[in-house]
């Protein structure tokens, strides 16, 4: 254990990181929640929960969490990769906003079917593991709840391999959060859609040659409301 180490002034093994970052992995354990929040300064904690999942963490990451943040991310083996980065990359935005409703969603189903046996995390919680509060209500949230109902800026953001180019989305823009607004914005006002509402199209050209895709975006929309109720 790593405070019995430091105690008897035991080394640790301490390895170099594909990144070039030294690192440590430590064995949790503990009788009543199934971690310890040990940690090193400058190393990662090792989480593993019943011996069975283990997800390590570099230590900044690791001492900003709540007891309820790491059993989180212990208990649905959450991604360290999507923790806390502040890596400004749309398609990773994505994937961060998609982690909190899968989140919600799975803690829901474990509270309903009595496997979750501790305290109810709170929405902040859940956001606070991937987003700052403010920034993911500011900027993120209501973007991407309304994004499904454009099919190929979807594709497009799930890095699919059929997913349209960027020039196509986004013309001579860098993709970004504020870009992908005004993008919408203006798909909206082209196809008649008004803002906020669930959508109606004007007879135009291409109307065809665009209703499968509407069709589509419909399905994951309503599907994406459904899972997240």
């Not at 963490?57 to 991604?79: F, K, P």
């Not at 890596?87 to 998609?98: G, Q, T, V």
Request: glycine residues 6%; hydrophobic residues 30%; positive net charge.
């Amino acid at each position: 254990k790593y405070d019995k180490a430091v105690f008897n002034v035991e080394p640790l093994n301490w390895q170099l990181s594909d990144h070039g970052k030294l690192f440590t992995a430590l064995h949790a354990e503990n009788l009543t929640t199934g971690y310890s929040s040990v940690i090193s300064g400058s190393g990662t904690l090792d989480l593993a929960v019943s011996n069975t999942k283990s997800v390590t963490l570099s230590a900044d990451i690791a001492g900003s969490l709540s007891e309820t943040q790491r059993l989180l991310i212990t208990t649905l083996s959450i991604s360290p990769s999507l923790l806390h980065c502040s890596k400004h990359d749309l398609c990773y935005a994505f994937a961060k906003y998609e982690a909190i409703q899968e989140t919600l969603k799975k803690v829901n189903i474990m509270i309903k079917d009595g496997t979750w046996k501790h305290q109810k995390p709170t929405n902040e919680e859940v956001v606070e593991l991937f987003f700052a509060k403010s920034t993911y209500h500011k900027y993120y949230w209501a973007t991407f709840a309304n994004v499904y109902r454009f099919p190929e800026i979807v594709s497009w953001l799930y890095c699919e391999a059929n997913a349209p180019k960027d020039y196509e989305i986004w013309g001579s823009q860098h993709p970004s959060i504020g870009v992908l607004t005004e993008v919408m914005k203006e798909r909206e006002r082209e196809a008649g859609i008004e803002e906020g509402g669930s959508g109606s199209s004007k007879k135009n050209k291409g109307k065809d040659k665009e209703s499968g895709k509407k069709d589509k975006g419909k399905e994951r929309e309503k599907s994406h409301k459904k899972q997240h109720k």
